[in-house]
């Protein structure tokens, strides 16, 4: 049953399966009421950086902690030495709104150290995330600023999965408050077709044996979750570059998931 529906995905979706599937790691897709997995493609299983996707945990973190008040406060300043490869955007006075908007890593940054290297450490435990290694680079002392940036927290396609499911049917051990406010500081859109999507992207880049960044193998995830009616989603991409590219790739892996998405649901959930 399984492989039929991943088939009858691909052939609605009129897919050219080399040409969908190069760079892309993988594909998944699981009902969140039932717990069925309803699409594998790839290598789901192995783990790397959850780059920006991360922002989804430590928003759930800073809600339930009360740093983070809702989506408007507190509104923090860029300081000097903060983080600013994201452009102007990431210039500008940012509340939990504007961080998932435009990925800011200083406001992320902001809200690991104001909880503290304990208390993270204790969420990601109970959240299951991934490995849960936080300590970020060898040596560096720095997982409060990176460790989810190609550093030592990794996850794969699968446990981002459970992840997603545990929090859209409310498991995981925070605050209504938390799973209210990340809730609609990660909606994408909402769509003509009925579905209200939800999630985060995230892109980075493997890190050279010399502490640079291979800019030419970008990873690209979109994981989040869709809803529409009695039907709940959780879906979760990963793909990497072959060579470098102007837009980044969580962005495009984005792109590509909203518009396969009308006839990929379409195909996956039982009427």
């Not at 892309?24 to 996707?53: K, N, Q």
């Not at 939800?198 to 044996?209: D, E, I, L, S, Y």
Request: glycine share 8%; with cysteine.
């Amino acid at each position: 049953m399984f492989m039929r529906r991943v088939a009858l995905g691909l052939l609605i979706l009129g897919f050219n399966v080399s040409a969908a599937l190069a760079g892309t790691i993988c594909t998944i897709v699981a009902d969140t009421r039932s717990g069925e997995l309803l699409l594998e493609e790839g290598d789901c299983s192995s783990r790397v950086t959850p780059a920006s996707t991360f922002k989804i945990a430590i928003s759930l973190m800073g809600f339930d902690a009360a740093f983070l008040q809702n989506e408007h406060s507190p509104t923090l300043p860029y300081r000097p030495g903060d983080p600013d490869w994201g452009g102007a955007a990431w210039l500008e006075p940012t509340d939990a709104a504007r961080w998932f908007q435009y990925s800011v890593v200083w406001f992320s940054q902001r809200v690991t150290h104001a909880l503290g290297e304990a208390k993270v450490k204790r969420y990601a435990e109970s959240f299951d995330y991934g490995n849960t290694e936080l300590t970020g680079d060898p040596g560096e002392n720095n997982g409060l600023d990176r460790a989810w940036i190609s550093s030592s927290l990794k996850i794969s396609p699968r446990e981002q999965i459970t992840f997603l499911n545990r929090l859209v049917n409310r498991q995981l051990p925070v605050s209504p408050h938390a799973f209210d406010m990340t809730s609609r500081i990660s909606q994408i859109a909402l769509r003509p077709d009925g579905w209200d999507v939800h999630g985060k992207t995230g892109t980075a880049f493997p890190r050279m044996g010399d502490g640079t960044s291979d800019e030419a193998h970008g990873y690209g995830w979109f994981v989040g979750w869709a809803t529409k009616g009695e039907h709940s989603l959780v879906f979760a991409r990963l793909a990497q570059d072959d060579h470098a590219q102007p837009m980044p790739a969580g962005l495009r892996v984005r792109d590509a998931i909203l518009d396969e998405w009308p006839e990929l649901a379409r195909s996956l959930v039982k009427r």
